[in-house]
């Protein structure tokens, strides 16, 4: 009988080769107890997580993120594609916001896809764990990472900071605001959730702010 799935492991992650003919809840049950036989094997560290063999919904992915995060001790910090260069700079991204936090500040995580119209506020720097859908906004006083595509708006350091900056695994969003200064798109275009392959960062670069794709130069001038 054909396993339900296997797992591989890349550079800062694994991936799972999802078995496109299992029950997605027997698939989540093997998932689990697979994780939670492992857990000493697997350790304690920060992945990121892709998922290939099958089309899974945004609901799905998060229900296989939550196995793995309930039934073992990784960090789950993104669930990415198959390009191994934006898994690496995306990771790094993240550890290098968390090195920016002052001794005792820690950035605050959103599981889920903010949608809805919703409007989520943090005062401190911000992590979702899912996409931002359009109509919706993230405000932090700090800075803001989404695990997903931001389609939204998201508007991030307090009026006098101009060292935060806004991460996304993609980048189509309505409009941007990093303290003083704000960033719209030339026109909207059509929305679409798909595979995330280029993540880009926005930051304040010469009084203004500027939208580019992360390379390991960028990331040094964060």
Same mark, same amino acid.
């Given at each position: 009988? @054909? %396993? %339900?799935? $296997?797992i591989k492991s890349f550079q800062n992650g694994i991936k799972l080769f999802l078995n496109p003919d299992t029950e997605f809840e027997t698939l989540l049950q093997d998932i689990a =107890? @697979?994780?939670a036989s492992s857990? =000493?094997?697997?350790?304690? $560290? +920060?992945? =990121?997580? %892709?998922l290939e063999g099958r089309t899974l919904t945004a609901d799905q992915e998060m229900a296989v993120l939550e196995v793995i995060r309930d039934n073992s001790d990784l960090n789950v910090m993104c669930i990415v594609g198959k390009d191994d260069v934006s898994q690496n700079n995306f990771i790094k991204a993240l550890q290098t916001l968390q090195s920016k936090l002052p001794t005792g500040d820690y950035a605050q995580f959103y599981r889920g896809t903010v949608k809805n119209n919703d409007i989520?506020?943090? +005062?401190d720097s911000v992590i979702v764990l899912g996409d931002v859908n359009p109509g919706c906004v993230v405000r932090s006083g700090k %800075?803001?990472?989404i695990m997903g595509g931001l389609y939204g708006e998201a508007y991030a350091g307090r009026e006098t900071d101009e060292n935060a900056f806004i991460l996304a695994l993609e980048m189509e969003p309505e409009a941007l605001g990093i303290g003083d200064f704000k960033y719209r798109t030339a026109r909207k275009g059509k929305w679409r959730i798909h595979q995330k392959i280029q993540p880009k960062v926005a930051f304040i670069k010469d009084e203004q702010v500027v939208l580019e794709p992360l390379t390991k130069e960028i990331l040094e001038e964060l």
């Open positions: 009988m @054909k %396993s %339900s799935f $296997t =107890a @697979k994780f857990r =000493a094997f697997f350790g304690s $560290t +920060d992945i =990121a997580l %892709s989520l506020e943090m +005062d %800075s803001i990472i």
